[in-house]
């Protein structure tokens, strides 16, 4: 069984902000030293990163060799949007489990801040078109923006604007309280997630519509960070580890992808005995408070237990990264038993990863 020996991250940073100049091997990189540190390694046999809006190039090769690891660390990216940084360690566990590796860094970087302009070249020679967003399904009319999903979701679901904004004002004042970032790698002054604010219900009513009854405050902010672990065979756990059960990926209706982490809680805690009421915590993406609220309710999660520190929606989105911060989350809890997190990717994805301590 494979075991995650350390974790860390960057603090999370609006697009625009301190990290607005980093790429992503100086997002990357003091994390994946200070994983390699906390863990007493010089050297892995992989490095597994998730990455969804960069340049290509294959990051997880520049990120190593930018590392310092040895050049036989060949890398290996990963683009499954949302799900890639939970997916990431997911495949690392498969590696170790299968015993084609012994140490694996796996994760995600992402910085919006520096994505390159997208363009489709013109076939019949003239200019090329601009693009902002891939297509995640091969259907046009089944390729819903992901707020108007969101949207969707909350109006099948019943979620009123108001019950929205609670949720949202609730993980930004969780997050407020958190004192302590044993996580978070400093980097450019940053030392904590620096979005989380007091949403008062004045501010919380001048937010802008985004679609339906989403608004900018109800709906995650685009990111700039990067968050990795150490996964290793079992016969390396130290007393801190922390064991990966098992999990999932599953593909769901790709016009409401917000629903698709539901299936894949569901299998990954059944195919190890274990029920919803099992579980001692949750992480669940915040991508939108509706996508959030519906997983939860639907798998029948406990609220109480879910994002205790608060989620994305106080923190932001780095796509690629956002996974597997929420592993980093469940790493650093202070809390024992079983531990959950769960995530939704366009096109209608969803990953879930069940670890214990």
């Given at each position: 069984?494979?075991?995650?020996?350390?974790?860390?991250?960057?603090?999370?940073?609006?697009?625009?902000?301190?990290?607005?100049?980093?790429?992503?091997?100086?997002?990357?990189?003091?994390?994946?030293?200070?994983?390699?540190?906390?863990?007493?390694?010089?050297?892995?046999?992989?490095?597994?990163?998730?990455?969804?809006?960069?340049?290509?190039?294959?990051?997880?090769?520049?990120?190593?060799?930018?590392?310092?690891?040895?050049?036989?660390?060949?890398g290996l990216t990963i683009d499954r949007?949302?799900?890639?940084?939970?997916?990431?360690?997911?495949?690392?566990?498969?590696?170790?489990?299968?015993?084609?590796?012994?140490?694996?860094?796996?994760?995600?970087?992402?910085?919006?801040?520096?994505?390159?302009?997208?363009?489709?070249?013109?076939?019949?020679?003239?200019?090329?078109?601009?693009?902002?967003?891939?297509?995640?399904?091969?259907?046009?009319?089944?390729?819903?923006?992901?707020?108007?999903?969101?949207?969707?979701?909350?109006?099948?679901?019943?979620?009123?604007?108001?019950?929205?904004?609670?949720?949202?004002?609730?993980?930004?004042?969780?997050?407020?309280?958190?004192?302590?970032?044993?996580?978070?790698?400093?980097?450019?002054g940053v030392s904590r997630d620096v979005?989380?604010?007091?949403?008062?219900?004045?501010?919380?009513?001048?937010?802008?519509?985004?679609?339906?009854?989403?608004?900018?405050?109800?709906?995650?902010?685009?990111?700039?960070?990067?968050?990795?672990?150490?996964?290793?065979?079992?016969?390396?756990?130290?007393?801190?580890?922390?064991?990966?059960?098992?999990?999932?990926?599953?593909?769901?209706?790709?016009?409401?992808p917000g629903l698709a982490p539901v299936?894949?809680?569901?299998?990954?805690?059944?195919?190890?005995?274990?029920?919803?009421?099992?579980?001692?915590?949750?992480?669940?993406?915040?991508?939108?408070?509706?996508?959030?609220?519906?997983?939860?309710?639907?798998?029948?999660?406990?609220?109480?237990?879910?994002?205790?520190?608060?989620?994305?929606?106080?923190?932001?989105?780095?796509?690629?990264?956002?996974?597997?911060?929420?592993?980093?989350?469940?790493?650093?809890?202070?809390?024992?038993?079983?531990?959950?997190?769960?995530?939704?990717?366009?096109?209608?994805?969803?990953?879930?990863?069940?670890?214990?301590?």
């Amino acid at each position: 069984m494979a075991v995650i020996l350390s974790a860390r991250r960057t603090g999370i940073v609006p697009k625009g902000g301190a990290f607005a100049r980093l790429s992503l091997e100086e997002l990357a990189v003091p994390v994946l030293r200070a994983c390699l540190a906390d863990a007493g390694l010089a050297a892995v046999d992989e490095v597994i990163c998730a990455n969804a809006i960069g340049p290509g190039g294959n990051p997880a090769r520049r990120i190593a060799l930018a590392a310092g690891l040895p050049e036989a660390v060949a890398g290996l990216t990963i683009d499954r949007q949302c799900a890639g940084g939970l997916d990431a360690l997911l495949l690392a566990a498969a590696l170790v489990d299968g015993g084609r590796a012994d140490f694996v860094l796996a994760g995600g970087v992402e910085s919006f801040s520096r994505r390159p302009l997208r363009f489709v070249t013109n076939p019949d020679g003239g200019p090329a078109v601009g693009y902002d967003e891939a297509p995640f399904t091969p259907w046009p009319a089944r390729n819903p923006a992901m707020a108007d999903a969101a949207a969707a979701l909350a109006l099948a679901c019943g979620y009123g604007r108001a019950v929205q904004e609670d949720w949202a004002a609730g993980s930004h004042a969780k997050a407020l309280a958190v004192t302590d970032w044993p996580e978070i790698v400093p980097l450019a002054g940053v030392s904590r997630d620096v979005f989380a604010r007091r949403l008062t219900p004045a501010l919380l009513a001048r937010a802008p519509l985004v679609a339906g009854t989403v608004t900018r405050a109800t709906a995650a902010v685009a990111a700039d960070g990067a968050a990795f672990c150490v996964v290793a065979a079992d016969r390396f756990a130290g007393p801190g580890a922390l064991r990966i059960l098992g999990g999932r990926t599953l593909g769901a209706d790709p016009e409401q992808p917000g629903l698709a982490p539901v299936p894949a809680i569901a299998a990954a805690l059944r195919g190890l005995g274990l029920s919803a009421t099992d579980v001692s915590q949750s992480e669940v993406m915040e991508a939108y408070a509706a996508q959030a609220m519906a997983c939860v309710e639907r798998a029948g999660l406990n609220p109480a237990r879910v994002n205790c520190q608060g989620g994305a929606l106080a923190r932001g989105h780095p796509i690629g990264a956002s996974g597997a911060v929420l592993a980093v989350r469940l790493f650093h809890s202070p809390g024992r038993g079983i531990g959950l997190a769960a995530i939704a990717s366009a096109g209608g994805i969803g990953s879930a990863l069940v670890v214990q301590r």
